[in-house]
């Protein structure tokens, strides 16, 4: 189960920064590095480092539970290669979640940021796509069909990242959910009239 040695391995390495900050300072996200002195492994880098336990936790217990569902999703609508593609949906996302952030703070040396979050959205908005009217409980208490938590999560990540004003990477979380939803469709168009299927009544 590739989703659990992920789990592992950010773990261990977002553990190990929490007594080491030199290790936060060297692999975040800093667009300024990135760009300016050619840091680009910290476009990887940051998604194995979480800010405090909070973050690490929430972020993993969500990637878990999504990630379970979509290696099952993988391998029943796609059948081959299922861990490859699971590493390429989570590494893409990874890049195709931080661009957007790259250009917008590649002038800015004091822009740091840390956290799995935009590829915990693919991952999510991924097992969306396969089964759009599962349930998914909307503030951990309101069971809404996840098509509608989807567009829901969509609009107040566009919203957020316009108003820039909490320390969260909003533009991450919508960039690597749009990714996510659309991968499927890159893997094997014809999953389209599932999709298509599964809101018809």
Avoid: C
Avoid at 40 to 58: D, G, K, S, V
Avoid at 122 to 129: G, L
């Amino acid at each position: 189960m590739i989703s659990v040695l992920i789990i592992v391995v950010t773990a261990i390495f977002s553990i190990a920064a929490f007594s080491r900050p030199e290790l936060m300072y060297r692999y975040n996200l800093n667009p300024y590095q990135i760009v300016h002195r050619r840091q680009w492994y910290r476009i990887f880098t940051h998604a194995f480092l979480h800010a405090n336990w909070e973050h690490l936790i929430i972020n993993m217990l969500v990637f878990y539970s999504f990630g379970q569902a979509l290696e099952y999703y993988f391998h029943h609508f796609i059948g081959s290669n299922t861990t490859l593609l699971f590493l390429v949906l989570y590494f893409g996302a990874i890049v195709v979640s931080s661009v957007f952030t790259l250009f917008k703070e590649k002038d800015n040396p004091h822009y740091n940021a840390v956290g799995a979050s935009g590829a915990v959205s693919a991952v999510t908005f991924a097992s969306i796509f396969f089964a759009p009217l599962s349930k998914i409980y909307f503030m951990a208490i309101v069971p809404i069909p996840g098509i509608l938590f989807g567009l829901l999560y969509l609009g107040y990540s566009y919203y957020m990242g316009k108003k820039n004003i909490d320390n969260i990477g909003h533009d991450a979380h919508f960039w690597g959910a749009v990714f996510g939803f659309v991968f499927p469709l890159l893997i094997k168009p014809a999953l389209l009239s599932h999709f298509i299927n599964q809101l018809l009544p």
